[in-house]
């Protein structure tokens, strides 16, 4: 199983590349798991992420500005670790390991 991780600064096309990547290997039939983070902007600015699981769309808020209270905090946002475990944890393991609630 070939595990890849894309890093590198805001802005430079990470989750544009991996949506290009994932809809080539599904075009030659290839299967996809993982997740990607999307931000969401309202009225232009950033007020938080999604969480994207690729194979299956399944989605979740990870962290936003306003709607978490009381979690962990990545500099403004509030951080919703229940979407790591409802949405990013499913979407890595193994498809035989995967359970949904």
């Known amino acids: ?3 890849v991780l ?3 600064p ?3 096309g990470k989750t544009t590349l991996i949506k290009r990547v994932v809809d080539h290997a599904r075009s030659v039939g290839v299967s996809v798991y993982g997740f990607i983070t999307t931000e969401v902007r309202e009225g232009g600015s950033r007020v ?3 969480i994207v699981d690729v194979s299956s769309g399944r989605e979740a808020w990870l962290a936003h500005v306003s709607l978490f209270k009381g979690g962990p905090m ?3 946002y509030n951080v919703n670790l229940r979407a ?4 990013g944890i499913p979407a890595i ?3 035989d390991q995967v359970h949904y609630l």
């Open 10 to 12: 805001p802005g430079v």
């Open 6 to 8: 894309i890093t590198g």
């Open 93 to 95: 393991r193994p498809p």
């Open 84 to 87: 790591m475990e409802d949405v």
């Open 74 to 76: 990545v500099g403004k």
């Open 1 to 3: 199983m070939l595990r």
């Open 48 to 50: 938080g992420f999604k």
